[in-house]
């Protein structure tokens, strides 16, 4: 068996608690940033607990969509990304989102038709919107086109100015 004893005085017992208290509190603060959305913006409400929400989010770019979702599933973000995963990451990272925090986690990704995009006829149902959504936060996604050789981007609404060709070749 092992004795150890230690005299305390005042200045050591005040160091070590202190030490302790900074190790605890830079502890709640990584596992409070452990499952929380990583976006830059504080601007962009990225609430998407309900159908309502979801919406409004995309709303708040200028997108108009049917609100009944197109698809809806679960999707696990894979634990190691590959080249095309780190270039869908590169998107997210534009757009003030990054998928790096939610590796290996199951998600719910929703899919809506976008009715208002530039170059598109409202009922033309080839632009949808996907949305990302983590414990009811949006962590991520895109609008895209259906077509071959169609286009990727983040939900920021495209200049009037360009044309469908224009965005298809970005």
């Known amino acids: 068996m092992f004795v150890f004893s230690l005299r305390a005085n ?13 190790i605890l509190v830079a ?12 976006v830059n913006s504080e601007s962009i409400n990225c609430k998407a607990g309900n159908a309502e929400e979801r919406v409004t989010f995309l709303s708040q770019f200028g997108w108009k969509i049917d609100e009944d979702p197109v698809e809806v599933s679960e999707v696990i973000i894979p634990s190691e990304f590959n ?7 590169a998107v997210q990272k534009n757009q003030g989102m990054n998928l790096e925090a939610y590796k290996g ?16 006829a409202a009922n033309s149902e080839c632009i949808r919107a996907t ?3 983590y414990d009811g936060i949006v962590i991520g996604g895109d609008v895209s ?8 981007q983040g ?5 009037e100015a360009l044309s ?6 970005q």
């Open 10 to 22: 005042k200045p050591k017992l005040i160091a070590v608690l202190c030490g302790v208290v900074v």
């Open 145 to 152: 086109s259906l077509e071959l050789n169609g286009f990727m």
């Open 83 to 89: 080249d095309t995963y780190e270039s869908y990451n």
């Open 27 to 38: 502890l709640v603060l990584v596992l409070r940033e452990n499952g929380k959305p990583v």
């Open 105 to 120: 986690k199951r998600v719910k990704r929703w899919v809506y038709e976008v009715k208002n995009y530039p170059g598109y």
């Open 131 to 133: 949305m990302l959504v």
């Open 164 to 169: 469908a060709t224009t965005m298809k070749t």
């Open 155 to 159: 939900f920021e609404f495209p200049d």
